[in-house]
């Protein structure tokens, strides 16, 4: 479609849905237009990313996706290794905004401690719940990681109705 034919060309509008030619380019245009291959690249990288920690889970993430997978818990349909936000999410239920994650050691570094809090914030931030359980408490306990997945997935609110 061209821009004089767009609705508020035709209804003598003025600006650059009015037919007007816009060459103009703003510095925040010109940043995003450079910024979009690094995202593409990057979401592609993440994507691949996923692919692999999906097939080769850590013994708690195997653990907990049999309790998850197939709409098991709530009739609610979770994702394995899912991208939220650009990052990857262990578990995600998109209908109550949930983000499970399953932590191991190395989380326990202060780096990794900096970064989970930086991740956490930003989805706080956008709307997202997330959970985080240590791979001891889903070995140790797989029905009492499940009741906190419950507890949690239960004060959320449903974006949408499920059917069971």
Request: glycine residues 8%.
């Amino acid at each position: 479609m061209a821009l004089a034919d767009t609705p508020a060309a035709s209804h003598g509008g003025t600006g650059a849905f009015s037919g007007e030619q816009v060459t103009e380019t703003t510095p925040e245009r010109a940043k995003l237009a450079d910024a979009l291959p690094d995202l593409r690249a990057r979401l592609a990288f993440k994507a691949k990313r996923a692919g692999e920690m999906r097939r080769n889970p850590t013994p708690a993430e195997a653990r907990l996706w049999t309790r998850l997978e197939g709409k098991q818990l709530a009739g609610e349909f979770f994702e394995w290794q899912a991208i939220v936000l650009g990052y990857i999410a262990d578990f995600y239920c998109d209908n109550r905004r949930l983000v499970v994650e399953v932590d191991g050691e190395y989380h326990d570094v202060a780096s990794s401690r900096a970064y989970d809090a930086r991740r956490d914030a930003a989805m706080r931030e956008a709307g997202y719940e997330v959970l985080r359980l240590t791979n001891g408490e889903v070995l140790r306990g797989l029905d009492a990681a499940v009741a906190k997945v419950a507890a949690v997935l239960a004060t959320r609110p449903a974006r949408w109705r499920v059917a069971t």
